[in-house]
């Protein structure tokens, strides 16, 4: 499973994306909110969401791993596929998506082309008591330790929360280490 992809921006398409990585072009679907911010040439980090079919394979990339969850979330509802939920994504932020399911606001679904008002209560009735508030807190992404804990299957927040209590002038190995030993994952 493909989880993130960093690359150059090779190519810059109506929906997508080309990611040039090592000579290979990947082509990921992203909002259209989030592609207005993307330009050719610049090194970009997606965090994907794969669609598989018999007769396709697709990339799904987002800007952060909340927006990836909330993709995968609203697919989870019987009715919404992987271009609804693109659709709803590129109309709206995933924190407004967020706040909508918790708030019973239909209208934000059934705006975006293509989410009848049904689809739109399906989507508030099966998710609710799914999501939890997003809590903003800000993590060091370029800290090895806390990388290492997340490739091992860490949530950000529980990786954050095993690292904060131990000293970050330790060498990386001794921070993992003292993080495993002290982690109730």
């Known amino acids: 499973m493909i989880a993130r992809i960093k690359g150059e921006i090779a190519e810059k398409l109506d929906s997508s994306v080309v990611v040039d990585i090592n000579g290979i072009g990947y082509e990921i679907f992203v909002p259209a909110n989030y592609l207005l911010s993307i330009n050719e ?15 396709e394979y697709s990339l799904f990339g987002f800007p952060t791993r909340e927006a990836r969850q909330i993709y995968y979330k609203l697919t989870s509802v019987n009715g919404v596929g992987p271009k609804a939920a693109m659709s709803i994504l590129s109309a709206q932020s995933s924190e407004d998506v967020q706040n909508a399911i918790l708030s019973d606001d239909v209208n934000l679904f059934s705006s975006v082309s293509g989410i009848g008002k049904k689809t739109a209560q399906r ?17 060091d992404e370029s800290d090895q330790a806390y990388q290492a804990l997340i490739s091992l299957g860490y949530s950000s927040k529980d990786a954050q929360s095993v690292l904060k209590d131990i000293d970050s002038s330790l060498s990386t190995q001794v921070r993992i280490k003292l993080a495993l030993k002290g982690s109730k994952k």
């Open 41 to 55: 040439k610049d090194v970009g980090v997606f965090y994907i969401a794969e669609n598989i079919k018999e007769d």
């Open 123 to 139: 989507i508030i009735l099966d998710l609710k008591g799914k999501l939890v508030q997003v809590e903003k807190v800000e993590a």
